[in-house]
Structures are given as structure tokens and as C-alpha cells.
């Protein structure tokens, strides 16, 4: 909610990844999260689900029996392997699948550009200037920027001036709904 991105992602996990995969992989904040004293970086991945759309199908018309819950069941094992084989690459997925391509094409290399100048500027207490890039991502897009408009409230309720102990991390403190 806070950053109005469809998938975030951990620093631990990024750790893990390949460096073509966390290429993909957009540093959008540090935070400590509440009950934590290490700070720790947040990513995200841009992938705009509004770019593709949901197909129409007809629901399928195949009596689940039990021979046939048994060859799908067969057929998601396969896949799964698959994915879990040592040919398998998250980043040809990325390469080569037609609507992760759809998603990403609206977050352009001046888009990335533009952010990431403005989070550096963020990180470094220079709100001003931050302020100013972040804006441009807006216009870049051509539409809202989840992590962007994140920084600029952050930033907007401090009045644009970074507190005096500012080391580029903000506490991040999670409301659970009950």
C-alpha cells in the first residue's frame, strides 16, 4: 500500500538472485521496518498488469474425473520441473514472454534514468532536487508512479527539509487491518 507497487521485493531476496534478475529489480526505498533495528533496502519490480489484457475464455467443459485431475496434476508437475531445472533462467522469461514485455514497456531507460537520480538526491537529504526529478517521472510515464509519489509525501511531510540525522533511512511502520 505504501508504495503502490504489484511486487515488492526484500534486500534478502535480491541477495539470492542472479545479477541479470536484479537488474530487472528497481531500489525504491531504505527502511526500518518496525521492531527492527537494521535498516534494510526495498526493491521493487515494474510490471504495469493494466497493459495486458485478460482473456475472455470460455470455461472448459472437461468432466473432473479422476483420470483427468490425475493428467493435470502431471502436467503442472512438468511445468514446475521445468522451472525448477538447471535450463531454466528467470531472465529469459523476462526476454521472451510477450506480456511480461507488455508490462515493462511503459518504464522506459529515461524513466529509470529520472528515478533513480531522484532517489539518489532523496538518500542524500537533498530534498529539493528530489523533489523535482521525482515529479518528472510522473510526466516521463505519463501516469502515477507508486514509489515516486511515496517519497514525495515522505519527503512533503517533513516540509522538504531532510531531519539533521538523515542517513537515508526512514522507519517504515506496517498497520495491520483486523
Not at 526495498?42 to 483420470?67: E, F, G, M
Not at 507488455?102 to 528515478?115: D, I, K, P, W
Not at 526529478?133 to 511531510?157: H, K, T, Y
Request: charged content about 25%.
Amino acid at each position: 500500500q505504501t508504495y503502490g507497487v504489484s511486487l515488492m521485493v526484500a534486500q534478502s531476496v535480491v541477495e539470492l538472485c542472479e545479477q541479470s534478475v536484479v537488474s530487472k529489480c528497481r531500489l525504491i526505498d531504505r527502511v526500518i521496518i518496525t521492531g527492527s533495528s537494521i535498516p534494510m533496502e526495498v526493491y521493487c519490480v515494474d510490471l504495469d498488469y493494466h497493459a495486458v489484457k485478460v482473456d475472455n475464455v470460455q470455461p472448459l467443459t472437461i468432466s473432473w474425473n479422476t483420470r483427468n485431475r490425475f493428467k493435470v496434476r502431471q502436467y503442472l508437475e512438468r511445468e514446475r520441473q521445468e522451472m525448477d531445472g538447471p535450463n531454466f533462467k528467470l531472465i529469459d522469461l523476462f526476454e521472451s514472454d510477450p506480456a511480461i514485455q507488455a508490462m515493462r514497456q511503459s518504464y522506459t531507460e529515461e524513466f529509470f534514468q529520472l528515478f533513480n537520480m531522484g532517489y539518489q538526491n532523496y538518500s542524500q537529504g537533498e530534498w529539493q532536487v528530489a523533489r523535482r526529478l521525482l515529479n518528472a517521472v510522473r510526466a516521463v510515464r505519463g501516469g502515477v508512479d507508486g514509489p515516486s509519489f511515496a517519497l514525495l509525501r515522505f519527503m512533503e511531510q517533513h516540509n522538504l527539509e531532510a531531519p539533521k540525522e538523515w542517513q537515508g533511512v526512514r522507519e517504515l511502520v506496517f498497520k495491520i487491518d483486523t
